[in-house]
């Protein structure tokens, strides 16, 4: 599946402005797509929005502060037809975000999947508990 | 010059202005007729293509396959082009669902003539631009918002087929009153459509695209470029598309593509206002990026 995922990237990116898959409204290059980072925080906000919903999370640092972290994810018309809600995650919830990271640097990147503490797993294809339309 | 004599040199003048300037205009202008009883009655005669409608291999949704977690979308079926990308809605040789290239060199993409295929070939060696207008917020042109990974919602009304397409939350219009396409028509993102029913296929004809439209990177079409689509139920909720692009001089041939499109009867069209929260851009030297400004904090440099 991954591996199909890298191809088909691939094949996007040579195409370049042709192809933008899934997401159909900007290309990948602002991400490394070819690493994957993970971090644990809890969430701030919730952009339930178009074109892409944004979750900021809150990720402890060690200055004994925070530091926020923005991941951009689908649609909200795309993800509510696939289990998600506008409440899915919520202000306070606890995640493992595992993100293709900005090329820049910056705090943030591509939303892929999130743990939750109960063991729930999200994904931009559904929850792990969303029902099968 | 008494008064009256100056009110009736007046109208003379606009009549003049008012004929001079309104028959061309007129002249352009076809006016439906009042649909009957009749006219609603016939539209029960046509395939049943009311309903939302999503392209094929989009993943999730309709695709219990899709409905757990998943690392990432299935992407094989390539969208087709943005306003800035290649012109044909459903490359083949990618797909797992949706798409074939019936027609076409280079894999799938369309065929130029020489001197426009020397301008294609500059324009892949040249510095790429890291994103398209779309990132912005511009929605892609036809053929390309035909298969945006969003639903689209089809209208049957008397002389006129509509079409509701979510992403970019964009409308086209196909008249199928018997008008005919416009000899010189604005340059649009979508063209201007007409259409007519062959036996149960809707052959929709468009012509007219602005420059947002182009048939590969770099490459311009003329306003000679003509795009049929054909719509047929291939069963009751599957419907193809077979996509046709002729521009004369430029294209070496004509370039088809095909796909299909799934009915999802339990679904709605949703509004996609792209300027609510876009974070993404490409400025004018090609160059992408994401805003990352924490909401509700000052603005970074």
């Known amino acids: 599946m991954k591996h199909l995922f890298l191809l088909a990237l691939l094949a996007a990116s040579l195409t370049a402005a042709a192809a933008l898959p899934a997401a159909a409204h900007h290309s990948f290059a602002a991400f490394?797509?070819?690493s994957q980072k993970t971090v644990t925080g809890t969430v701030r906000q919730v952009d339930w929005t178009n074109p892409h919903i944004w979750l900021w999370i809150d990720v402890p640092?060690?200055?004994?502060?925070?530091?926020?972290?923005?991941?951009?994810?689908?649609?909200?018309?795309?993800?509510?037809r696939r289990g998600w809600t506008r409440t899915t995650l919520k202000t306070g919830d606890k995640i493992t975000v595992s993100y293709r990271p900005m090329k820049d640097g910056s705090n943030g990147g591509m939303f892929m999947t999130g743990q939750m503490t109960d063991g729930k797993v999200l994904s931009m294809m559904g929850g792990s508990d969303a029902p099968a339309r | 010059m008494n008064n009256?004599?100056?009110?009736?040199?007046?109208?003379?003048?606009?009549?003049?202005i008012v004929v001079g300037v309104g028959v061309p205009a007129l002249a352009q202008q076809f006016v439906s007729k009042a649909p009957t009883a009749a006219d609603w009655a016939a539209l029960a005669k046509l395939p049943d293509f009311n309903g939302v409608w999503e392209r094929s291999g989009v993943g999730g949704g309709g695709n219990p396959a899709f409905g757990t977690a998943t690392p990432a979308a299935p992407r094989g079926d390539q969208p087709p082009a943005g306003n800035r990308g290649g012109a044909g809605p459903q490359r083949g040789g990618r797909g797992n669902g949706g798409g074939s290239a019936a027609a076409g060199g280079r894999g799938g993409g369309p065929s130029f003539t020489p001197q426009?295929?020397?301008?294609?070939?500059?324009?892949?060696r040249a510095p790429q631009p890291e994103d398209n207008s779309t990132?912005?917020?511009?929605?892609?042109?036809?053929?390309?918002?035909?298969?945006?990974?969003?639903?689209?919602?089809?209208?049957?009304?008397?002389?006129?087929?509509?079409?509701?397409?979510?992403?970019?939350?964009?409308?086209?219009?196909?008249?199928?009153?018997?008008?005919?396409?416009?000899?010189?028509?604005?340059?649009?993102?979508?063209?201007?459509?007409?259409?007519?029913?062959?036996?149960d296929t809707l052959v929709a004809e468009t012509v007219g695209f602005n420059d947002h439209v182009q048939l590969a990177r770099g490459v311009p079409h003329s306003d000679k470029m003509k795009?049929?689509?054909?719509?047929?139920?291939?069963?009751?909720?599957t419907m193809s598309i077979e996509t046709t692009i002729t521009d004369p001089g430029i294209l070496a041939a004509p370039y088809t593509t095909t796909g299909t499109l799934r009915r999802?009867?339990?679904w709605t069209i949703s509004e996609y206002i792209c300027e609510e929260n876009n974070r993404n851009y490409v400025d004018q030297t090609g160059k992408a990026g994401i805003n990352l400004t924490v909401p509700g904090t000052p603005k970074k440099d």
């Open chain 2, 264 to 266: 999802h009867r339990n």
């Open chain 2, 4 to 16: 009256a004599k100056k009110f009736r040199s007046e109208i003379v003048a606009y009549l003049v």
């Open chain 2, 227 to 237: 795009i049929v689509e054909r719509f047929r139920l291939m069963d009751p909720d």
């Open chain 1, 61 to 80: 640092n060690d200055k004994g502060g925070s530091d926020t972290y923005g991941f951009e994810g689908m649609s909200p018309n795309f993800l509510a």
């Open chain 1, 32 to 34: 490394d797509i070819t």
């Open chain 2, 116 to 124: 426009y295929e020397a301008m294609r070939v500059d324009a892949a």
């Open chain 2, 135 to 199: 990132a912005n917020c511009l929605p892609p042109g036809m053929p390309g918002i035909m298969g945006q990974p969003y639903p689209m919602e089809f209208l049957l009304t008397p002389g006129k087929v509509t079409i509701v397409i979510e992403a970019y939350t964009q409308v086209r219009h196909i008249y199928t009153d018997g008008r005919p396409l416009p000899e010189d028509p604005d340059p649009k993102f979508f063209g201007t459509s007409v259409g007519h029913w062959q036996g």
